[in-house]
């Protein structure tokens, strides 16, 4: 039986950066992984790479071309006539971005002497690992299932897409979030069940290429997590885009038919019959760990089903330890991997932490919206006394001269000692600009830190910094 210092389950940006660190941490270290990519063959890198972060991105990018060209380059004097859109060929661009960075990831797994474990793992308790390798169909190999034994195991399998119990995706005309990353052709209506992030950027690609999109969100709020200034913002600005996004929307009925959905859903002013050509249901996701035998080996689960971890990401069984949308806090890639790296390094010996409440947020819809931190709603829940300033891009010459001007950064800091507690972007490029704020309050910055940092000119950070400065009511340029 191979024996191995740390065994990690799960391929994603949880598992495989916890490899790497493991390796060049000299820790003998193999990663077992289930996942097979379109054209059936295993790849690395999870949910993030090859049906999530990156491919989604890809797909705002081509359609925010499109978009540009079709109605924001006249602007520049810049005419374009006739520019069509070719769905398929965006897809191959996407697929191919995709290819490119998992096998990125299996050169890095060589490169560190990681041995990659193609299949399925599943606990056996006294610290082995049981590997069900696929066959030449993809199906379970039963009869070469082998078993490794780890002085040390991550669990790091991640998160599935959350079914909905009247809408059961059938990959054709009711879809997740994978299925509206794969359309052949742009829908004429797209339906969505949920509004959050899945929903506000796979409905802004299609809308983008001239689908009416149609979301429904069962709660009375748009985008609760965000600062609610910027989700009022954001609403008014993706309504004015086309997006169609009805709140407080209860679903009583979906039907398919041969080429169509039908949907019925209730709300304030009564019942609505919808008829769309695609329904995505993005719903939220939850923690997979079907067929991990986690409950057989004495692992616990806490009530959603999320493995229970402590704030050092060890499970219920020492030895064992549990990363990223598997387990408790958000859903993110780099969430996931900043636990990994800590894992890592505390199986090595050190006495590494994750900085949970400095973890940034960023929705890559147009504008985007990104934070870190917490949210003024949160503050006065939480009794805390504060101070905000509050910059709008419309006064920033960079996002005047990128003609972006739309959104504004609000910072949120102690009252008493000026610390930053929260950022909060909406705007362009929010997602490059907020890692300014996420290591200004990893170094306990107050706002009058960054009000007397010099930020070139002309550029976007300036909104931040005119932001800091709003805290003590003295922007220059409001
Ligand atoms: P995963 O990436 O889910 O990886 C788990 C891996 O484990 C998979 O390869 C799976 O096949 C494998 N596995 C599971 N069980 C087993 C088993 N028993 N044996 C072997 N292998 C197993 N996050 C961001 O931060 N930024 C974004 O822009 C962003 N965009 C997203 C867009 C979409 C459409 C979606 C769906 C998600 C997005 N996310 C984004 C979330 C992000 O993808 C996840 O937070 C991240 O992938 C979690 O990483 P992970 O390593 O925990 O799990
Ligand atoms: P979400 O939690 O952001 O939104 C879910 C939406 O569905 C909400 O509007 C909610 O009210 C609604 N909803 C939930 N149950 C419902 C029901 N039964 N009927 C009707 N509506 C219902 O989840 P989403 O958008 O599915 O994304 C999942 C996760 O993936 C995110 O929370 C995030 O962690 C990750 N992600 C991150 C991205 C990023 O970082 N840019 C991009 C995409 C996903």
Redesign the pocket.
Known sequence: MDQYDVVI?????????AAIRCAQLGLRTAC?????NKQGKP???????????????ALLDSSHHYHQIQHELAAHGIKVQGATMDVPAMIARKDGIVHTLTDGIALLFAKHKIDWLQ????LLGNNQVE?IPPDAAGKRDEKNRHTVAAKNIII??????APHPLAAVDGNLIV???G??EFAETPKRLGIIGAG??AV??GSVWRRLGAQVEMLARGNAFLPRVEEQLAAEAYRLFTAQGLSIRLGAQIKQVRTSKKQVTLVYEDKEGEHKLTLDRLLVATG?QP?????NADGAGIKLDEQGFIAVDEHCRTSLPGIYA?????RG????????EE?IAVAERIAGQRSEVSYTTIP??I?TSPEIAWVGKTSQELRADGVDFREGMFPFSANGRARALGEAHGMVKILADARTDRILGAHILGPQASEMIAEAVTAMEFHASAEDIARTTHAHPTLSEAFREAALAVDRRAIHR
Do not use: F
């Open positions: 389950i799960g391929g994603g940006p949880g598992g495989y950066v077992v992984d289930n996942w097979r790849a690395l890198g999870g949910a993030c790479l090859n049906v999530g972060c990156i491919p989604s991105k299949g399925h793992g599943q590997v790091a399998t991640g998160s599935v897409s997740d979030s994978t509206a990353l992030v899945i950027e796979l996701r997979n760990t079907t067929g991990l990363i990223g949308d598997v387990v958000p859903m993110l890639a780099h969430k996931a991997s990994g947020w960023v890559y």
